[in-house]
């Protein structure tokens, strides 16, 4: 099957300021040039992956590890300053698939929010405070179909009754601050598929809520995969939140994809050492209590300091000399599961 969605060795630059950071969105308008400020950085080295129809890929990593920026850049919404390579492609049911980093800014307006949609992690800096949440999901229908007014209500009370929300009628006429967190973050998945998106991509979209509402919400976001054969793209610093709605999992570091594999390899099978910490940092019903839980000592280096050779490996408990000369290549380790860590998984083994 072709995939949905295609990224091919995608690097994100950012303009670094002399001090060696990656400058602040306000200081980079119009820094297009790489002379003004020293060589860029890249967030986002060569990440390559690709998501079939109706297929949850959960991409994981801690903050800072190029998990937002790649849905931004597949969103055509990175910042002018974002320098990008690399190739994303869509299929958009043509012939053949479309090309994202390729295309007018008018087009890629066009397939955001209809064919791919996508839903952050605080619903309240997306959605307008002044605005009944009803409306703002008719303005989502009227961006994209030429209905009447009175159709796009219609819809969008029917999108409410989709996620879930209990009297969507009354609903509609709210306010966002009238709603709990998990209800406004019901009206901005409502918003996101209201117009049958094959792609959503839903950025840690639980991270602000509490336990309980957080698994409201990853049931309701299964739910709505199998009744719309939605695809998704599901980022989460948290594996175990991943492991609820993925069927395969990415996990980066440091911009580096450093795993990929189907949700039982990754989480059974772990065969890089950032994944294997990640997966030991996870509570289970055998954790003890008393004890406090496992964690990745040190962290995650600047990108404007990247080690040359594994990111991972100042931190790494296995690492040899060689880690520190040169970036592993990624390769299989078993079908269709891939590392980045020629120690642990050496080569012809
Ligand atoms: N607008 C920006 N300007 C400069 N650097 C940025 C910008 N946005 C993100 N970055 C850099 O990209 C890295 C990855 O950011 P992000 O994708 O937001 O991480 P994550 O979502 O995994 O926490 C950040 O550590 C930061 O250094
Ligand atoms: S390549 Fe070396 S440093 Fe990197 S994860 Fe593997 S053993 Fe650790
Ligand atoms: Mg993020």
């Given amino acids: 099957m072709r995939p949905l969605l295609e990224i091919r060795n995608l690097t994100i630059e ?3 300021s002399r001090a060696g950071q990656a400058l602040p969105p306000a200081q980079q308008a119009g820094t297009k040039t790489r002379t003004k400020t020293g060589a860029p950085v890249a967030a986002v080295s060569s990440l390559s992956f690709s998501i079939a129809p109706g297929e949850v890929l959960g991409l994981v990593g801690e903050s800072g590890s190029g998990k937002s920026i790649t849905a931004l850049a597949i969103m055509g919404l990175l910042p002018p300053a974002a320098i990008v ?26 397939l955001r929010g209809s064919r791919i949609a996508m839903i952050f992690q605080e619903p309240m800096t997306a959605l ?12 989502a229908v009227l961006a994209h179909h030429r209905v009447s007014k009175s159709e796009a209500r219609r819809q969008a009370v029917a999108g409410m009754r989709d996620v879930a929300i209990p009297d969507p009628e009354q609903r509609a006429r709210s306010y966002p601050h009238q709603l709990s967190g998990g209800m406004r973050q019901r009206v901005m998945i409502a918003m996101a598929i209201v117009n049958r998106p094959q792609l959503l991509i839903a950025d840690e979209p639980t991270t602000a809520l509490d336990v309980t509402i957080q ?6 976001l299964n739910d709505l995969r199998h009744k ?11 594996l175990a939140v991943v492991s609820h709605v993925a069927d395969r999992v990415a996990v980066m570091y440091a911009g580096s994809l450093v795993e990929l594999g189907a949700k039982a390899d990754i989480f059974h099978a772990p065969a890089h ?5 990640l997966l030991r940092a996870i509570p289970t019903l055998s954790t003890d209590r008393a004890l406090p ?7 995650v280096p600047s990108i404007a300091q990247l080690p040359p050779g594994c990111p991972f490996e100042p931190r790494c408990r296995f690492r040899v000399a060689a880690c520190a000369v040169q970036l592993p290549p990624l390769v299989e380790v078993s079908p269709g599961h891939w590392a980045r860590c020629p120690v642990v998984n050496p080569p012809g083994v």
């Fill in 273 to 277: 050492p950032y994944t294997q910490g």
């Fill in 128 to 139: 307008n405070p002044v605005t009944r949440v009803g409306d703002q999901i008719a303005e």
């Fill in 14 to 16: 950012f303009p670094q």
């Fill in 215 to 220: 698994q409201q919400i990853l049931d309701l």
């Fill in 293 to 299: 839980l496992a964690t990745i000592e040190g962290t």
């Fill in 228 to 238: 719309f054969g939605l695809a998704m793209l599901f980022i989460s610093h948290d």
């Fill in 85 to 110: 390579t690399g190739e994303i492609t869509f299929q958009n049911g043509d012939a053949v698939p479309t090309h994202l980093t390729a295309l007018p800014p008018d087009q890629l307006r066009q």
